[in-house]
Nanobody, 115 residues
Framework: QVQLVESGGGLVQPGGSLRLSCTASGAIFRINYSDWYRQAPGKQRELVAVISSGGNTNYADSVKGRFTISRDNAENTVYLQMNSLKLEDTATYYC?????????WGKGTLVTVSS
């Protein structure tokens, strides 16, 4: 079983930056892909960024050019670098991975963008 723990959330001013981390532990053998979702209060959860096992990435249109997803396989960690943050980026961000057809979710880390 895989456990995911997110960190790095907090309060940031508009235009600022944050880097979220998602560290996996447990029975890690073959991660098919990793991604980040976010959910704002009263809103549906949306996919923010994806990185495949081959290193291919994809982003939601709302964050393209501002967010970067990356990974460090040696540390079993996926990152989400968030730059030029906007008020609408405020949400709880969730890490998700898929391994052997099984989905694993973190508990989320809150990002608040406010002046």
């Amino acid at each position: 079983q895989v456990q995911l723990v997110e960190s790095g959330g907090g309060l940031v001013q508009p235009g600022g930056s944050l880097r979220l981390s998602c560290t996996a532990s447990g029975a890690i053998f073959r991660i098919n892909y990793s991604d980040w979702y976010r959910q704002a209060p009263g809103k549906q959860r949306e996919l923010v960024a994806v990185i495949s096992s081959g290193g291919n990435t994809n982003y939601a249109d709302s964050v393209k050019g501002r967010f970067t997803i990356s990974r460090d396989n040696a540390e079993n960690t996926v990152y989400l670098q968030m730059n030029s943050l906007k008020l609408e980026d405020t949400a709880t961000y969730y890490c998700h991975v898929r391994q052997w057809g099984v989905d694993y979710w973190g508990k989320g880390t809150l990002v608040t963008v406010s002046s």
